[in-house]
Nanobody
Framework: QVQLVESGGGVVQAGGSLILSCAASGPFENYAMGWIRQAPGKEREFVATINWFDGNTYYTDSVKGRFTISRDKAGNTVYLQMNSLKPEDTAVYYC???????????????????WGQGTQVTVSS
């Protein structure tokens, strides 16, 4: 059984930083991992993704230059370093794992096979 366990969420003031982590366990083929968030009353929004083999990353425009996604291949763990946080970053953040090869960017929900339970990030103004 594949499990993704997130940690690191919390409450932070605007301009502050948080680091999220997500550890994957179980039998899987890992091609990419990503972070997706959902704010209250809004649809899920792609945040960042990392190719598990070559480490290539991609970010949504609103977090470029502020967030950094990274991975620990040996530990099957993905991280999201979030700096210069803004109130509009407030959301539940989910990590996800893609088990299939895709030649493009793992931008959409349907690319991901497994999801974590989510961790709340609240940025106060």
């Amino acid at each position: 059984q594949v499990q993704l366990v997130e940690s690191g969420g919390g409450v932070v003031q605007a301009g502050g930083s948080l680091i999220l982590s997500c550890a994957a366990s179980g039998p899987f083929e890992n091609y990419a991992m990503g972070w997706i968030r959902q704010a209250p009353g809004k649809e899920r929004e792609f945040v960042a993704t990392i190719n598990w083999f070559d480490g290539n990353t991609y970010y949504t425009d609103s977090v470029k230059g502020r967030f950094t996604i990274s991975r620990d291949k040996a530990g099957n763990t993905v991280y999201l370093q979030m700096n210069s946080l803004k109130p509009e970053d407030t959301a539940v953040y989910y990590c996800a794992l893609a088990e299939s090869y895709y030649s493009g960017i793992y931008l959409y929900d349907y690319f991901y096979d497994y999801w974590g339970q989510g961790t709340q990030v609240t940025v106060s103004s």
